[in-house]
Protein backbone atom coordinates (compact mmCIF):
# COMPACT_ATOMS: atom_id res chain seq x y z
CA UNK A 1 0.00 0.00 0.00
CA UNK A 2 1.19 3.42 -0.39
CA UNK A 3 3.36 4.61 2.32
CA UNK A 4 5.72 7.93 3.21
CA UNK A 5 8.39 7.62 5.46
CA UNK A 6 10.00 10.80 7.19
CA UNK A 7 13.75 11.39 8.78
CA UNK A 8 13.59 10.34 12.46
CA UNK A 9 13.32 12.90 14.78
CA UNK A 10 14.10 15.17 17.04
CA UNK A 11 15.83 17.70 14.82
CA UNK A 12 17.54 20.42 16.71
CA UNK A 13 19.36 23.79 15.09
CA UNK A 14 20.40 26.82 15.83
CA UNK A 15 18.33 30.27 14.38
CA UNK A 16 19.27 30.97 11.53
CA UNK A 17 20.44 27.58 10.33
CA UNK A 18 19.28 25.72 7.20
CA UNK A 19 16.78 23.02 7.45
CA UNK A 20 16.15 19.87 5.06
CA UNK A 21 13.59 17.09 6.73
CA UNK A 22 13.69 14.58 4.09
CA UNK A 23 10.38 12.92 3.01
CA UNK A 24 10.14 10.03 0.74
CA UNK A 25 7.11 8.06 -0.53
CA UNK A 26 5.88 4.93 -2.24
CA UNK A 27 2.33 5.17 -4.09
CA UNK A 28 0.94 2.92 -6.77
CA UNK A 29 -0.12 5.94 -8.24
CA UNK A 30 0.12 9.31 -8.66
CA UNK A 31 -0.41 11.42 -5.50
CA UNK A 32 -1.00 14.44 -4.65
CA UNK A 33 1.55 15.59 -0.95
CA UNK A 34 1.43 17.77 1.56
CA UNK A 35 3.44 18.92 4.12
CA UNK A 36 1.47 19.81 7.87
CA UNK A 37 3.00 21.21 10.48
CA UNK A 38 1.56 20.97 14.15
CA UNK A 39 2.78 23.77 16.77
CA UNK A 40 2.64 23.03 20.59
CA UNK A 41 -0.91 22.79 21.73
CA UNK A 42 -2.05 23.22 17.94
CA UNK A 43 -4.29 20.99 15.64
CA UNK A 44 -2.54 20.33 11.98
CA UNK A 45 -2.23 23.07 9.78
CA UNK A 46 -1.25 23.01 5.84
CA UNK A 47 2.12 24.17 5.06
CA UNK A 48 2.18 23.44 1.41
CA UNK A 49 1.42 21.19 -0.91
CA UNK A 50 2.19 20.18 -4.87
CA UNK A 51 -0.18 18.08 -7.01
CA UNK A 52 1.88 17.08 -10.07
CA UNK A 53 5.58 16.26 -10.35
CA UNK A 54 7.98 19.28 -10.49
CA UNK A 55 5.50 21.46 -8.81
CA UNK A 56 6.97 23.72 -5.88
CA UNK A 57 4.81 24.31 -3.22
CA UNK A 58 6.05 27.27 -1.14
CA UNK A 59 4.53 29.11 2.66
CA UNK A 60 6.49 31.26 4.76
CA UNK A 61 9.77 30.72 3.76
CA UNK A 62 9.20 26.91 3.51
CA UNK A 63 9.87 24.99 0.06
CA UNK A 64 9.33 21.54 -0.92
CA UNK A 65 9.41 20.38 -4.75
CA UNK A 66 7.42 16.94 -5.85
CA UNK A 67 10.12 15.02 -7.58
CA UNK A 68 8.91 12.34 -9.07
CA UNK A 69 11.79 10.74 -10.39
CA UNK A 70 13.18 10.22 -6.68
CA UNK A 71 9.79 9.79 -4.80
CA UNK A 72 10.54 12.34 -3.01
CA UNK A 73 9.34 15.96 -1.22
CA UNK A 74 11.79 17.18 0.95
CA UNK A 75 11.26 20.39 2.69
CA UNK A 76 13.59 23.15 3.03
CA UNK A 77 13.98 26.49 4.66
CA UNK A 78 17.03 28.87 4.55
CA UNK A 79 17.14 30.57 7.59
CA UNK A 80 14.85 28.84 10.62
CA UNK A 81 13.47 30.77 13.77
CA UNK A 82 12.77 29.55 17.20
CA UNK A 83 8.59 30.14 15.93
CA UNK A 84 9.01 27.35 13.53
CA UNK A 85 9.44 24.61 16.11
CA UNK A 86 6.90 22.07 15.71
CA UNK A 87 6.25 18.95 14.21
CA UNK A 88 5.97 18.55 10.57
CA UNK A 89 4.06 15.46 8.83
CA UNK A 90 4.73 15.04 4.99
CA UNK A 91 1.42 13.02 3.51
CA UNK A 92 0.63 11.97 0.59
CA UNK A 93 -3.23 11.50 -1.23
CA UNK A 94 -4.42 8.99 -3.86
CA UNK A 95 -8.12 9.61 -3.55
CA UNK A 96 -10.01 7.11 -5.97
CA UNK A 97 -7.55 4.74 -6.18
CA UNK A 98 -8.00 2.27 -3.45
CA UNK A 99 -6.45 4.75 -0.75
CA UNK A 100 -9.05 7.34 0.25
CA UNK A 101 -7.77 10.09 2.66
CA UNK A 102 -4.64 11.14 3.82
CA UNK A 103 -1.74 8.91 4.58
CA UNK A 104 0.82 10.31 6.73
CA UNK A 105 4.19 9.71 7.85
CA UNK A 106 5.18 9.88 11.28
CA UNK A 107 6.12 13.54 12.18
CA UNK A 108 9.62 15.10 12.42
CA UNK A 109 9.93 16.82 15.33
CA UNK A 110 12.05 20.03 15.38
CA UNK A 111 13.49 22.70 18.06
CA UNK A 112 14.92 25.50 17.05
CA UNK A 113 16.90 26.99 19.48
CA UNK A 114 17.79 30.66 20.17
CA UNK B 1 -14.25 31.77 8.66
CA UNK B 2 -14.67 29.57 11.56
CA UNK B 3 -12.50 26.37 11.23
CA UNK B 4 -13.22 22.90 12.03
CA UNK B 5 -14.91 22.74 15.11
CA UNK B 6 -14.68 19.80 17.99
CA UNK B 7 -15.75 19.03 21.03
CA UNK B 8 -15.18 17.65 23.97
CA UNK B 9 -11.22 18.61 23.44
CA UNK B 10 -10.13 15.99 26.28
CA UNK B 11 -12.19 13.21 27.69
CA UNK B 12 -11.55 10.62 30.55
CA UNK B 13 -12.76 7.28 31.19
CA UNK B 14 -12.71 3.98 32.24
CA UNK B 15 -12.49 1.05 29.98
CA UNK B 16 -15.50 -1.00 28.96
CA UNK B 17 -17.16 3.02 29.02
CA UNK B 18 -19.11 4.20 26.12
CA UNK B 19 -17.52 7.63 24.69
CA UNK B 20 -18.74 10.12 21.75
CA UNK B 21 -16.94 13.05 19.78
CA UNK B 22 -18.37 15.01 17.79
CA UNK B 23 -17.52 17.32 15.09
CA UNK B 24 -19.01 20.24 13.22
CA UNK B 25 -16.67 20.55 9.70
CA UNK B 26 -16.34 23.79 7.44
CA UNK B 27 -19.73 25.68 6.22
CA UNK B 28 -19.48 24.17 2.65
CA UNK B 29 -17.36 21.78 3.21
CA UNK B 30 -19.08 18.03 1.56
CA UNK B 31 -16.33 15.88 2.49
CA UNK B 32 -15.72 15.09 6.49
CA UNK B 33 -12.71 12.45 7.67
CA UNK B 34 -11.97 10.89 11.07
CA UNK B 35 -8.68 10.29 11.67
CA UNK B 36 -6.97 8.46 14.65
CA UNK B 37 -3.42 9.92 15.91
CA UNK B 38 -1.56 7.48 18.46
CA UNK B 39 1.38 9.48 20.39
CA UNK B 40 4.81 9.42 18.05
CA UNK B 41 2.69 8.63 15.56
CA UNK B 42 1.17 10.22 12.11
CA UNK B 43 -2.77 10.48 11.92
CA UNK B 44 -4.85 7.38 10.59
CA UNK B 45 -7.97 7.41 8.41
CA UNK B 46 -10.98 5.54 10.31
CA UNK B 47 -13.93 6.80 8.04
CA UNK B 48 -14.67 9.21 5.04
CA UNK B 49 -18.13 11.06 4.36
CA UNK B 50 -19.57 12.25 0.84
CA UNK B 51 -22.13 14.41 2.08
CA UNK B 52 -23.87 11.73 4.38
CA UNK B 53 -22.58 8.74 2.88
CA UNK B 54 -19.66 7.08 3.95
CA UNK B 55 -17.42 5.87 1.52
CA UNK B 56 -14.97 4.22 3.04
CA UNK B 57 -15.01 3.04 6.05
CA UNK B 58 -12.50 0.24 5.64
CA UNK B 59 -10.32 1.23 8.48
CA UNK B 60 -12.96 1.73 11.19
CA UNK B 61 -13.37 -1.39 14.03
CA UNK B 62 -16.67 -2.17 13.22
CA UNK B 63 -16.82 -4.13 16.42
CA UNK B 64 -16.68 -1.00 18.77
CA UNK B 65 -16.88 2.04 16.61
CA UNK B 66 -19.62 3.40 15.13
CA UNK B 67 -20.08 6.81 12.99
CA UNK B 68 -22.75 8.92 11.40
CA UNK B 69 -23.12 12.20 9.60
CA UNK B 70 -26.65 13.01 9.39
CA UNK B 71 -27.82 15.41 7.24
CA UNK B 72 -24.51 15.57 5.64
CA UNK B 73 -23.43 18.25 7.92
CA UNK B 74 -22.15 17.52 11.50
CA UNK B 75 -20.70 14.39 12.51
CA UNK B 76 -20.26 11.68 15.74
CA UNK B 77 -17.78 9.34 16.06
CA UNK B 78 -18.79 6.82 18.83
CA UNK B 79 -16.74 4.08 20.71
CA UNK B 80 -18.77 1.46 22.97
CA UNK B 81 -17.24 -0.31 25.11
CA UNK B 82 -13.83 1.67 25.33
CA UNK B 83 -10.30 -0.73 25.16
CA UNK B 84 -7.64 0.79 26.90
CA UNK B 85 -5.65 0.40 23.43
CA UNK B 86 -8.03 3.51 22.21
CA UNK B 87 -6.27 6.05 24.25
CA UNK B 88 -5.37 8.36 21.18
CA UNK B 89 -6.21 11.99 19.82
CA UNK B 90 -9.17 11.82 17.21
CA UNK B 91 -9.43 13.92 14.55
CA UNK B 92 -11.78 15.55 12.40
CA UNK B 93 -11.07 17.02 9.10
CA UNK B 94 -12.96 18.63 5.99
CA UNK B 95 -12.28 19.39 2.41
CA UNK B 96 -14.37 21.08 0.33
CA UNK B 97 -14.49 18.19 -2.52
CA UNK B 98 -13.12 14.39 -2.00
CA UNK B 99 -10.31 14.71 -4.82
CA UNK B 100 -6.60 13.90 -4.42
CA UNK B 101 -5.92 17.53 -4.96
CA UNK B 102 -8.23 18.88 -2.26
CA UNK B 103 -6.79 20.46 0.92
CA UNK B 104 -8.16 18.99 4.53
CA UNK B 105 -8.45 21.36 6.92
CA UNK B 106 -8.07 19.66 10.68
CA UNK B 107 -9.65 20.48 13.88
CA UNK B 108 -8.10 20.36 17.04
CA UNK B 109 -8.49 17.47 18.18
CA UNK B 110 -10.30 15.20 21.24
CA UNK B 111 -8.14 13.80 23.36
CA UNK B 112 -9.26 10.58 25.00
CA UNK B 113 -7.52 8.50 27.67
CA UNK B 114 -8.79 5.47 28.87
CA UNK B 115 -7.92 4.30 32.59
Partial sequence: GDS???????????????LTINCTYTATGYPSLFWYVQYP????QLLLKATKADDKGSNKG????????????????????????????CALSFIGGGADGLTFGKGTHLIIQP | EAGVVQSPRYKIIEKKQPVAFWCN???????????RQNLGQ????????????????SQLP????????????????????AELGDSAVYLCASSFGGGRTDTQYFGPGTRLTVL
Fill in chain 2, 25 to 35: PISGHNTLYWY
Fill in chain 1, 41 to 44: GEGL
Fill in chain 2, 42 to 57: GPELLIRYENEEAVDD
Fill in chain 1, 4 to 18: VTQMEGPVTLSEEAF
Fill in chain 1, 62 to 89: FEATYRKETTSFHLEKGSVQVSDSAVYF
Fill in chain 2, 62 to 81: KDRFSAERLKGVDSTLKIQP
